[in-house]
Each structure stands twice: as C-alpha cells, then as structure tokens.
Nanobody
Framework: QVQLVESGGGLVQAGGSLRLSCAAS????????MAWFRQPPGKEREFVAT????????MYADSVKGRFTISRDNAKNTVYLQMNSLNSEDTAVYYC????????????WGQGTQVTVSP
C-alpha cells in the first residue's frame, strides 16, 4: 500500500550541496518512521538518517552528522535529505525507507536515486 519515490540525485562537485526528496503515497509520512540509506559502488547498504513521528526526533550516522539534515513536509507528504559539504565518500545510490514501528525491519523502500560527487 505504501509507495516511496526518490528524486533529486545527480552529479555534484566536492564541497557542493544536494537535496533529495522522497514522496510517499498510501500513508502519511508523519505516521511512519522514515529513513535514508545509501549503497556505495561495490559496497553494502548503510544507514544514513532517520526521522520519527515527531519531526524533532532525528538520528544520523557518524559519517554524515553535521553535514546532512533529514526533514519532512507533511503538506506534501514528502521527506527530504539535505546534503552539504559533499565529498567522494558520499557517492552512492540513496534509498528512502519506511516502517510502521520504531523497531524492526523497514517494510517499504523506494527505487533509489544516484548521487555522484566528483573531485
């Protein structure tokens, strides 16, 4: 029932910024635990950030803390990932994910959007 569609990926230079969007349908993002994951080329998927039922309840991986910000717009039913001070280590396919409970597996996943950071 829940569908997630990512957008906003692309090619940026090191030090630049990019904002990813995750549009949800079938359920409001405010009623879901939302998260961003990423998978660098040839590597396993890793956690990036999450936002709970309260917009102020956020958590970040150490690698992106202070550079990335997760947020949501309830009116647009969309979750965002603002990425600043990008470097080559941020190159990956970024996925939006959602779950109905704060613990357990992420049940719903988007198709992914490519982010490439050039020197």
């Amino acid at each position: 029932q829940v569908q997630l569609v990512e957008s906003g990926g692309g090619l940026v230079q090191a030090g630049g910024s990019l904002r990813l969007s995750c549009a949800a349908s079938g359920r409001t993002v405010s009623s879901l635990n939302m998260a961003w994951f990423r998978q660098p080329p040839g590597k396993e998927r890793e956690f990036v950030a999450t936002i709970g039922w309260s917009a102020g309840n956020t958590m970040y991986a150490d690698s992106v803390k202070g550079r990335f910000t997760i947020s949501r717009d309830n009116a647009k039913n969309t979750v965002y990932l603002q990425m600043n001070s990008l470097n080559s280590e941020d190159t990956a396919v970024y996925y939006c994910a959602a779950r109905r409970t704060a613990r357990g597996l992420y049940e719903y996943w988007g198709q992914g959007t490519q982010v490439t950071v050039s020197p």
